[in-house]
């Protein structure tokens, strides 16, 4: 089974910007779900961000529209893909453990029938 390893959280200033990175342990050669998922304390945990694996299509949360950008890193020549969350004028709302997961689509991401979880990195932004 595929393992998820997520990576780049950190503390940050209101309107600071972090990447985050999710490397997947070999290729999903499916057009499976990746998404990030954001996690605040007492919380449940919601879907900010996703993209397909195959055709690239995307996805965003309102509340990140405009700020957030997922991308995929998948070179011909590496058994691995690294799924990027690239997050600009960051809110102090926006902190929480960010994790990422897999699913077969979007709908299993957005109802939380994700088949596998990372560990989760944390973010924290102050004001």
């Known amino acids: 089974q595929v393992q998820l390893r997520e990576s780049g959280g950190g503390s940050v200033q209101a309107g600071g910007s972090l990447r985050l990175s999710c490397e997947t342990s070999r290729r999903i050669y499916a057009n499976n779900a990746l998404g990030w998922f954001r996690q605040a304390p007492g919380k449940d945990r919601e879907l900010v961000a996703s993209?397909?694996?195959?055709?690239?299509?995307?996805?965003?949360?309102?509340s990140v529209m405009g700020r957030f950008t997922i991308s995929l890193d998948n070179p011909i020549d590496n058994p691995k893909m690294t799924v990027y969350l690239q997050m600009n004028t960051l809110k102090p709302e926006d902190s929480g453990m960010y994790y990422c997961?897999?699913?077969?689509?979007?709908?299993?991401?957005?109802?939380?029938?994700?088949?596998?979880w990372g560990q989760g990195t944390l973010v924290t932004v102050s004001s």
């Open positions: 997961g897999l699913g077969v689509n979007y709908y299993a991401l957005r109802t939380k029938a994700v088949d596998v």
């Open positions: 993209l397909y694996t195959v055709d690239g299509d995307t996805r965003y949360d309102d």
